[in-house]
DNA sequence: CTGTTAGCGCGTTCAC
DNA sequence: GTGAACGCGCTAACAG
């Protein structure tokens, strides 16, 4: 051991933190025998950098159990890791499908998502966007809920890549990945009139907050319009969708529009696949005849729609496609590549039995 | 205009960088006519500052649209606000719920999951958890797949809280939240015991993999054990769980296992719900009477199953609060507070029509 | 209450 | 192929 002037010490470490010793970068140098960046270089791509000392670099790094330090290479000017991704909801298996297929192709790249939820509230979102762009993110990617102008005033001026998802028909800030929420909307409106269907019903969740399932809607009353139809009657219940709030709204529907013998039949369209599992529901306690009484269209082709007795007549989403697609752009946006700004993967019609 | 002397012009700003003018806590200083660490103590708690110098500073930064920058904010010596997060899967509800309630009580905090995803892969999840920790982040909360040892030395050796979730019975490295998969499969085996059945089979994924569930299987093995009752067939398909792996999976083990009139009724427990929902549909095509021929068991109580004509007998998982209390005890952990090393949230008996 | 000094750990200039 | 100097943007210590 040999004794340290004061200088040094000062220089190598500080006494007052005994406990964050991670090693650093200038350690690893230092016992290799090398500068801090050549030790750099060697730790990354290896390239410039003569063969041996790249292995006693890594040697080095391996003995002492050397962990580089992200924030202080992104800080130094090497491009970050993370994406910033902001989502409506986590309750609905639809963005956790669009989240599994974001999150698979963004680790291929060795990026990581840097997650928020906005529980559809814009303040929130907004806050989310701003907290998120301050991580200095490789980019965003954002399902939007009712964006505030603030928000998209941030989103504008953050200079990062912005992929928004889910619905290709709002003009994109930078870059989009999705379907036509109202093309989808206005197919099952054809859909149900070729089936000849001319009563029809809408029951949702609270959609003032979700602008796609509005989008779905006004996609519908659109395609009935064409046929010059209108909706019989709407229910629209407060909260997320869920199972038991598609049963509490058929059950309210149906004290407007009677079903049954003597009635023409009725379909009802959901805002989503869940509740109109729970219009499945009613129809059974009730001991109404599906499709014969009341017919049931959902929306997004879920699980637990075709996992009923009658699988569910619904339009499929396609979700994990979305996300990783979704990551693809915005990785190729990092990398400097041209991307499309509207990329629309569509959706499919999927007839169940409930129609 | 005036000139700028070139000295000025390198110290003030890059002309090579043209995008990246985002405004600095020093422009914000430099506009209220403070110090930089003035400015920063006003942006924050706004402790230690001057009312009058307080609103001078965050009018300056409003004026600019001043974002912090956080990575250099958390190498300067603040704590990060970021958390490791790394689950197994996202494609099984099971983990969107745990992270929907631990994204809701981090944020509730200020701060954010990083997420990561393994596949129940050991080497992935070993890469993700040290990708993520190289992030510094403030914790890190982890459903383990079957870890490797590297992943336990880079764990414990982080420096940083960690919550291991879901499952209460291994010992953990620091903390841990959930409940005991060993003791619920026990309790599956009493009930089905209790209510007579004999004749028992399982139906799983692929559970090399995926160590909850392996625990369960164990625990329904050691219940019926006490009864010296043994399963009377096993069927383990490769894959995730899901519906058409469990249909699957009944069809085969019905090869061996004969069901109907002149047979014991026979009860098929299954790994999870939605491998036990597609039981069920084999049941259904096959013209079997559930329970009566074939009694089918779950495990997690997801909606899916509860959606179905009979509601299917499970076992209720806490999942949502599992991410809420994980959250909760690592940001607990992180201020400093003492926090139970065994958080156990039980789990509840679902008793449906099924068996 | 405010400012000065001194880094956090690393990567991008340039040189050699 | 390697290194020196410098700065990324911010904050913890002290000083006053």
Redesign the pocket.
Known sequence: MTPLSITQA??TR?P?QPD?N?P???EVARIAG?????A??A??GGT???R???ERVQTAARAIN?M??RL??T????ASRQVAVVLPSLSNSVFSDVLHGLETRLEQAGHHPILGVSNYDPLREERLVSDLLSWRPAGLVLAPAVSTAETRRLLAGSGVPIVEIMDVDPAPIDTTVGLSQRAAGRAMAHYLLGRGYRRLAYAGHDISTDPRALSRLQGLQDGLAEAEVTLAATVLLPGPSSVPLGRDAVGQLLQDCPVGAGHDRLVVCFSNDDMAVGGMFHALSAGLDVPGDLALAGFNGLAIGQALPLPLTTIASRRVEIGELAGAALLARVAGKPVEKVQDVGFRLVIGATT
């Open positions: 000062q220089m500080d007052d964050d991670r650093t970068l200038a090398v500068s801090e960046i050549t750099s270089r730790l990354r410039h950098v003569a041996a000392t790249l050397y580089p330090n202080a290479g800080l130094a000017g090497g």
